[in-house]
């Protein structure tokens, strides 16, 4: 059964910083095998993309509003991907969610990721 447990979330003060992590185990293929992704949910708002990474972590995307503040990364031997999040505002409050997708390169697309984990609340005040 494949596990997606994202850790590292809470309440900041805006211009705080947070690093969130995700574990992954079960996976059908090995971790390296997977483009990873980090997605955002805030309240009433459609689920958003926020940043991925390719299988090696030589290739990365950021959606605009993250550019510059949030870094993706991955371990492969630790089976986890981060997501640093620097200079943080109440914008970015939502709950993060981590996702995998089989393909190694990366997409955007929320359909394209076969599994997800349950998410942790960012809470960002002013």
């Known amino acids: 059964q494949v596990h997606l447990v994202e850790s590292g979330g809470g309440l900041v003060q805006a211009e705080g910083s947070l690093t969130l992590s995700c574990a992954a185990s079960?996976?059908?293929?090995?971790?390296?095998?997977?483009?990873m992704g980090w997605f955002r949910q805030a309240p009433g708002k459609e689920r958003e993309f926020v940043a991925a990474?390719?299988?090696?972590?030589?290739?990365?995307s950021y959606a605009d509003f993250v550019k510059g503040r949030f870094t993706i990364s991955r371990d492969n031997a630790k089976n986890t991907v981060s997501l640093q999040m620097n200079r943080l505002k109440p914008e970015d409050t939502a709950v993060y969610y981590c996702a995998a997708d089989p393909d190694q390169s990366i997409s955007t697309g929320q359909s394209e990721y076969d599994y997800w984990g349950q998410g942790t609340q960012v809470t960002v005040s002013s």
């Open positions: 079960g996976l059908t293929y090995s971790f390296s095998s997977y483009a």
């Open positions: 990474i390719s299988w090696s972590g030589v290739s990365t």
